[in-house]
């Protein structure tokens, strides 16, 4: 017999659960160095007065299985709101046991239920397992698309440089 597998929104009493996940997550991407922010955060951005994003976390047994962070963006020619998956990790135990694909169908039905046009995401090149996984759902991998990104120094720069 399968093991029950839950998903629901996170909450308050997850937040250590899903700041161990983002580690575990940036562990999975070669990409620790990069995490600057605490649990602290994760509290403010998700449950302060005026949250940012959404997070979901799944559950196998009872057991952490993995989570997922998401926000609302909007599309100018739908014009129409969407959900952007920010980060979607299962814990490597619980890895083709159904967890990613549950987690998928969550976050199409919270976008449907909120009227969006689309539901997307990024995927690093090199995550084969993630790409072909994606592709089985019916992810279409827009290639004549890049990300561009400024943080930091860059970001503080270009917000008093002048126009």
Known sequence: ????????????????LLFELV????????????????????EKYLFGDNPKAHAIVARMDGAPAGFALYFFNFSTFLMKPGVYLEDLFVLPGYRRRGVGTA???????????????????????????????YMSKGAVMLNDWRTCRVTGAALEHLAISDP
């Open 103 to 133: 987690i998928f169908q969550y976050l199409a039905q919270v976008a449907l239920a909120n009227g969006c046009g689309r539901f997307e995401w990024s995927v690093l090149e090199w995550n084969q397992p993630a790409i072909d996984f």
């Open 23 to 42: 580690m575990a997550l940036a562990e999975y991407e070669n990409l620790a160095y990069e995490v600057t922010g605490a649990p602290e955060d994760l």
């Open 1 to 16: 017999m399968a093991a029950p597998l839950t998903i629901s929104p996170a909450t308050l009493d997850d937040i250590p």
